[in-house]
């Protein structure tokens, strides 16, 4: 089976920390996303890489910033957390073009921002 | 760029009755549709997909749904609810926009409940 593992489930940060979620997948996909959900307004692209090194921003980028060393891991970081970065934070890969549509999640990651 | 319009945000059923949520999209090219659906305190898991063969589209779960490029839509059903569907189901579009493929598009969600 696929396996998308986010490092963290739940995370208690305070205002202006620098965070760090982890993001591994297994199954040897290019492409990799995080995406940022929140009550009300569904899934929202924040970064995405479709390769190591490459990197392209999503529908709201501003607070984040993304890295891909290697193949099967992609970092999400927040420079400087703000509260209103407490939110669920949804990883996800895929090997083909997105149009076929078979992206893999993790659980999830929950960062709450004090 | 392409959008999906999830018509409630929230549905109740009762255990046996008709499941059925909504979708419109709005493309201006023949769009790829997606229905994921995501269980408490899990990530998403792809439902079923419309990729320009079949207009009525099975998916797991005994769930289904229909493109109808007239209607814009591509609405989600299942004849008969269990216990076990209550979960928050999302429709998405690929974006082909700006000339990226890269994109998948969501709707805000619907939480279906299940009442016994």
């Known amino acids: 089976d696929v396996k998308v593992t986010q490092s963290s489930r739940y995370l208690v940060k305070r205002t202006g920390e620098k965070v760090f979620l982890e993001c591994v997948q297994d199954m040897d996909h290019e492409n990799m996303f995080w995406y940022r959900q929140d009550p009300g307004l569904g899934l929202r692209l924040i970064y995405f890489s479709y390769d190591v090194k490459m990197k392209e921003k999503g529908d709201i980028p501003e607070g984040y910033s993304v890295s891909r060393e290697k193949k099967e891991r992609f970092s999400l970081i927040l420079e400087s957390a703000s509260t209103n970065q407490t939110s669920m934070y949804l990883c996800?890969?895929?090997?083909?073009?997105?149009?076929?549509?078979?992206?893999?999640f993790g659980e999830g990651s929950r960062l709450t921002v004090l | 760029a392409q959008s999906v319009t999830q018509l409630g945000s929230h549905v109740s059923v009762s255990e046996g009755a008709l499941v059925l949520l909504r979708c419109n999209y709005s493309?201006?090219?023949?769009?790829?549709l997606f229905w994921y659906v995501q269980y408490p305190n899990q990530g998403l898991q792809l439902l079923l997909k419309y990729t320009s063969a079949a207009t009525l589209v099975k998916g797991i779960n005994g769930f289904e749904a229909e493109f109808k490029k007239s209607e814009t839509s591509f609405h989600l059903t299942k004849p008969s609810a269990h216990m076990s569907d209550a979960a928050e189901y999302f429709c998405a579009v690929s974006d082909f926009s700006g000339g990226s493929n890269y994109k998948l598009t969501f709707g805000k969600g619907t939480l279906l409940t299940v009442n016994p």
């Open positions: 493309s201006s090219v023949p769009p790829y």
């Open positions: 996800a890969s895929t090997k083909h073009w997105v149009h076929t549509g078979e992206l893999f």
